[in-house]
């Protein structure tokens, strides 16, 4: 549901993952190029600065890599620029929604993200039994592939929180999300445990939102704002069936300042903390 929720085929899943040959050739190249340079995973995860589970994942024709991910493989196993020219020709990540493949490339890369959800847990946050429930939800109802494609996709997502230390990410959700309990008490005593787990990472910062708040900057409805290595800000917004990533300075700028609004009128990150506590100790 959401774009954050993994932009995975739509709002929880709607449509249909497609599998890409495309992926799995690249993946394949990057690994005979590798082993021909006498490399080991985590020997060229290490030239080129990612893990070596993103390494592993490319390979595999799970993640569509990103550009820098591209070029600095292509330089650390000779230059050719084969793989450059190679990945302009990836087709679509298996999982991931079209509408939302161009935001997940700049969220690979991102020096910050920030997130704010009200309507279920946002993806990168999400526990696997509580997506499940979501796929389960999904009208018209998913197959048993979609579903495993889709959770397969945002588990690769969620490496980003432990794979990208140095990139900070922000959530605000709303405390509605926990006192709904979606997929059952089991579920929810697991996700905020998961969120509590989370929020001691050194980048990630998790707010609640809390239930009465008299003042409130996000009713406009979800968003995700990025910053890239260049330093420029992007933002995504979805609806059902469709995304849209926002470019306009103008309009990014609008969006930061309610984030910002948002950031003040949340709980601080340690009240947020104590409220997952004592959520967690009421069911």
């Given at each position: 549901m959401g774009a954050d929720n993994g932009g995975v085929a739509g709002m929880g899943g709607g449509g249909e993952p497609e599998a890409s040959d495309s992926l799995r050739t690249f993946g394949a190249m990057v690994q005979?190029?590798?082993?021909?340079?006498?490399l080991g995973r985590e020997e060229l995860a290490d030239a080129i600065g990612y893990s070596k589970h993103t390494v592993a994942s490319v390979e595999q024709?799970?993640?569509l890599p990103d550009a820098a991910f591209v070029e600095g493989v292509d330089r650390a196993l000779g230059g050719t620029g084969a793989l450059v020219a190679a990945a302009r020709h990836l087709g679509r990540q298996p999982g991931l929604a079209a509408w939302f493949r161009k935001w997940a490339r700049l969220e690979a890369a991102a020096i910050t993200l920030y997130t704010y959800e009200c309507r279920l847990i946002p993806g990168l946050l999400q526990?696997?039994?509580y997506a499940r429930q979501l796929?389960?939800?999904e009208l018209p109802p998913l197959k048993d592939e979609q579903i495993e494609a889709q959770w397969t996709a945002r588990a690769e997502r969620q490496r980003l929180l432990r794979d990208r230390p140095n990139t900070a990410f922000s959530f605000i959700i709303e405390e509605q999300l926990l006192l709904r309990h979606t997929g059952g008490t089991t579920t929810t005593r697991e996700l905020i445990d998961h969120l509590l787990d989370i929020s001691e990472l050194?980048?990630?910062e998790i707010q609640i939102m809390p239930l009465v708040r008299e003042s409130h900057a996000g009713l406009h409805g979800a968003m995700q704002?990025?910053?890239t290595s260049e330093?420029?800000?992007f933002a995504y917004t979805e609806a059902p069936e469709s995304g849209q990533l926002i470019a306009d300075r103008k309009v990014v700028s609008v969006l930061q300042g309610r984030y910002a609004r948002m950031r003040s009128q949340a709980l601080t990150i340690p009240d947020s903390v104590s409220l997952l506590r004592r959520m967690r100790g009421d069911l």
């Open positions: 005979a190029l590798r082993e021909h340079a006498g024709g799970r993640r526990t696997e039994a796929f389960d939800d050194r980048n990630v704002l990025l910053e330093n420029k800000w």
